[in-house]
């Protein structure tokens, strides 16, 4: 009996031990403005010189754009050059944009409207359960050069709500946490086809601190990534839905995303 008991009491800690913390698990964001791009560009010098003895940063872009039908982000991330040693890497979105000075320990912490914390690992296979920000800790960390695209369905592109990360940054770490380089998000608009090694400036205000409250958003069952192999592109129709009331919005949304993703790929 008491072997029953104990048992129980780790089968339940286990449980708990994925519990995103004081505001729950993440919710999906199902109305994300359909057309949305967002971009960041890795500057031409590392944060941690270190890394980079005689000179240099990670090289690429993260881009990421609303889903055809507004649930979840779709991402497509695209860096080589990264350090030799000291894999493999991680990466976040981080609560705070990159000041002109270029400090990645500016950035604060992981994007984490819902206080959860660093201190349990992510489960990939429960991303609901993980901070907003841990991109690699539900997608895959990177260990060399990456061009993958997938969704998360948790992140946003929707202003005004916890997850919304377009004035926010994203930092690429050693597997120690060491901060290698940093970049800021900024809206672009299809079409526009400006590239270049530093960090734009985002496009709307300073975040406030993302512990403020619970993210107002809209939820549904949580969903796994949708990840691609290297040099594909996410099917449009992988999270469709039938836009109720109105027989022609799923084609005007597929056709934004569709867009989108041609901009993109």
Do not use: W
Request: glycine share 12%.
């Amino acid at each position: 009996m008491r072997m029953s008991i104990a048992t129980a009491v780790l089968a339940a800690a286990s449980v708990s031990a994925q519990d995103t913390g004081k505001l729950g698990d993440a919710a999906v964001v199902s109305d994300n403005p359909v057309g949305a791009i967002y971009k960041a560009s890795m500057p031409e010098t590392a944060f941690t010189k270190s890394a980079y003895p005689s000179g240099g940063n990670i090289k690429g872009n993260v881009y990421a754009l609303s889903s055809p039908d507004g649930t979840g982000v779709i991402f497509k991330v695209k860096l080589s050059g990264l350090p030799s040693e000291g894999g493999p890497f991680i990466y976040h979105l981080h609560d705070q944009p990159v000041p002109e000075t270029g400090n990645c320990t500016s950035t604060l912490a992981h994007l984490d409207p819902y206080d959860r914390g660093e201190a349990t690992p992510c489960d990939s296979k429960a991303p609901q359960t993980c901070q907003v920000g841990d991109l690699s800790g539900k997608h895959g960390t990177i260990t060399g050069d990456i061009d993958a695209t997938y969704t998360d369905n948790f992140a946003s592109l929707k202003e005004g709500i916890g997850a919304f990360f377009g004035n926010r940054s994203i930092v690429v770490h050693f597997a120690n946490k060491t901060r290698i380089t940093c970049a800021n998000f900024e809206r672009v608009e299809a079409g526009n086809t400006c590239s270049g090694g530093g960090s734009p400036s985002p496009t709307t205000s300073r975040p406030s601190s993302s512990a403020t409250g619970v993210p107002t958003t809209t939820t549904g069952s949580p969903i796994g990534s949708n990840a691609t192999k290297t040099g594909s592109s996410p099917s449009p129709t992988t999270s469709f839905v039938q836009a109720a009331g109105n027989a022609n919005a799923p084609t005007v949304m597929l056709a934004a995303g569709a867009a989108a993703l041609a901009f993109l790929l």
